[in-house]
């Protein structure tokens, strides 16, 4: 019986199976950022405890980071002693830290792919739930509490129960105008938000394979969106030439030995899963989320849905939603005025998001009185779009064009919306007050979308704007 | 490198007062913090205000208490929130071990998790112990996890209890998650030294 790349990855990183029943697995990476690092390190001083292997351990400054300006010290000052903190941590523990002044900093889970840091067939940790990201590589990626980091920082190890597989298989061509994001909302509104509990989910099928790295990050970064704290694809040929040449990628003679060492974790042909779901990618369309969790979406073009076509044990949180949003069940989401357009974070901040996003923009304007944000994941993706000529494109449409950071995604810098504002946001999470505001609302959507909705100042259609551009 | 803990020696801090719960420990105002480093100077900081407002001295500024190391207290001892902060306030002023007639169950998990023992004694015996702390501060006491005793000098005050498998976390330092992965040290090494991409890093 062959086995998952899951099982495989997990198989050679075990330590020892412990007294509680759990694993003891040894993390080949962690990435450390700067909200929840810092009580790990304070436990690591306390307890007199080493850093085993801190070549292991890479830092970035991300969520507290305005994107205004780097400029130092920063105005807020719990993020100034946040920043200052991670730079002591990683200095006193020799832990590479990707620093924003030499312009190599940006989102923890933008700049592990981009350094070359994730690799298939890698555990990789992170206190940050949106670890799953690093799976688009094949990597087994997940995110950790302050107490798990503590124990990676001392032993490079964790304990931890395995989970079961399920894989996720989509087939076929996407259609124009429908892009990875719709594809991962498209599975989370069919599995849940709580479907992947005690799941990693393997991610499969012509449709996922046609795509490029970028947009396998973006389906594995939402992963744990659909409760699912491990997402990953099998590594492949696009996954070699994408990480080859990358500052930490294997090098030289190396590489040939590391391609085969990916080709050996894929899943086998005949891996048995505890469960297997398919999808085709021709019933997907440009997708829309209307409530206030991630699995509350719509096509675009559908409608909000009845109270009626609700299941019972969804109906509290279905009108907790509504009254939440301020929407009307039944009522079309085409042409939900918004305020803001935000376009950004680990999920669809990277060049191809941007690029996509420009692509709607271009020729056009932002709708007068809108705030239209582009930040770009990383400080490297900033200089290429910038290279490509990207920003002038979203400043001349009278979009800011900021630094890298994760920003709007959960609002805990400067960037904040105000009251009830309603943004078009391409980043992973419609939660209550996400977005900075106790009473603001979040529509996530692709890059494209929210490019789109940013023109007309309401929810559209991006397949008619692409259509048009045809013409 | 288990951290077993088997004794605790020092002198002790009376806190008389049952419910004495976690906001009153370390008030929610100082949990937005980046370290829990902090967080010792501020453990029961309002109720130290209004003592001092009130003219009187809260133990925990007591200067005769200021190096004390047990802390011994009354009934359902550490309810409310099940934030870590108020052990962890605790355990930066310097407390390393509590004695009281009964603890919230959140808070003996936490205190557990941080290596601070938590042991139970009669009612009575917690007002006898807080009074012959409130006599001689400067006195030296043993908690002695393993025979559960506490213990002047070497004569016996009285017995303390705590739970058979709580008693043998501490004494084998498996209360430790840490501890117990850093135990497999050379496993550890083992496993890295045969993960291939460690070797082209």
Known sequence: MGKTLYEKVLEIHTVAKLPSGHLQLFVGTQLLHEVTSPQAFAMIRERDLKVLYPSRNFATADHIIPTTSYQRPFADTVAEEMMQALEKNTADFRIRFFDLEKEEGG????????????????????????????????????????????????????????????????????????????????????????????????????????????????????????????????????????????????????????????????????????????????????????????????????????????????????????????????????????????????????????????????????????????????????????????????????????????????????????????????????????????????????????????????????????????? | MLMKIDKIIGSAIPLKGNDIDTDRIIPARFLKCVVFDGLGHHVFEDDRREEKSRGSVHPFDHPEYKKGTILVVNNNFGCGSSREHAPQALKRFGIKAIIGESFAEIFFGNCLALGVPCLRVGEKEAALIQTMIEEKPSEQYTVDISDLTLKKGKDVICPLFMQGTVQEQFLSGTWDVTGILLENQSLIKQVASRLPYLNWA
């Open chain 1, 107 to 471: 989102i923890v889970h933008v700049i592990g792919p981009e350094q070359g840091i994730t690799q298939p067939g890698m555990t990789i940790t992170c206190g940050d739930s949106h670890t799953s990201t690093h799976g688009a590589f094949g990597a087994i990626a997940f995110g950790i509490g302050t107490s798990q980091i503590r124990d990676v920082l001392a032993t490079q190890t964790l304990s931890m129960e395995p989970l079961k597989v399920r894989q996720v298989r989509i087939e076929g061509k996407l259609n124009p105008g429908v892009y990875a994001k719709d594809v991962i909302l498209f599975v989370i509104n069919k599995l849940g938000v709580k479907g992947g509990v005690g799941y990693a989910y393997e991610f499969a099928g012509s449709t996922i394979e046609a795509m490029n790295m970028e947009e396998r990050m973006t389906i594995c970064n939402m992963a744990i969106e659909a409760g699912a704290r491990v997402g990953y694809v099998n590594p492949d040929q696009k996954t070699y030439d994408y990480l080859k040449g990358k500052p930490y990628a294997p090098k030289d003679k190396d590489w040939d030995k590391a391609v085969s060492f990916y080709e050996s974790v894929r899943t086998d042909p005949d891996a048995r899963f505890d469960d297997t779901v398919v999808f085709q990618a021709s019933s997907i369309e440009p997708m829309v989320t209307w409530g206030i969790t991630p699995g509350q979406s719509v096509a675009v073009t559908g409608n909000i849905p009845l109270a009626a076509s609700v299941p019972p044990g969804e109906q509290k949180l279905f009108k907790e939603a509504l009254e939440y949003m301020s929407f009307t069940e039944g009522t079309p989401i085409l042409g939900t005025p918004v305020d803001v357009a935000f376009i950004g974070s680990c999920t669809n901040g990277r060049l191809s998001d941007l690029e996509a996003a420009a692509e709607i923009v271009r020729g056009h304007q932002v709708k007068k009185g809108m705030l239209a944000l582009v930040v770009p994941g990383s400080q490297k993706i900033k200089r290429q779009a910038e290279q490509m000529g990207l920003h002038t494109i979203f400043k001349e449409a009278g979009f800011e064009w900021r630094e890298a950071g994760c920003s709007l995604c959960l609002a805990m810098n400067p960037d904040q919306l105000k009251g009830k504002q309603i943004s078009a946001s391409s980043s992973n999470r419609n939660f209550k007050g996400r977005q900075g505001s106790p009473t603001g609302r979040t529509l996530l959507m692709s890059p494209a979308m929210v490019a789109c909705a940013s023109i007309y100042g309401v929810v559209s259609d991006v397949r008619e704007l692409i259509q048009e551009r045809k013409k």
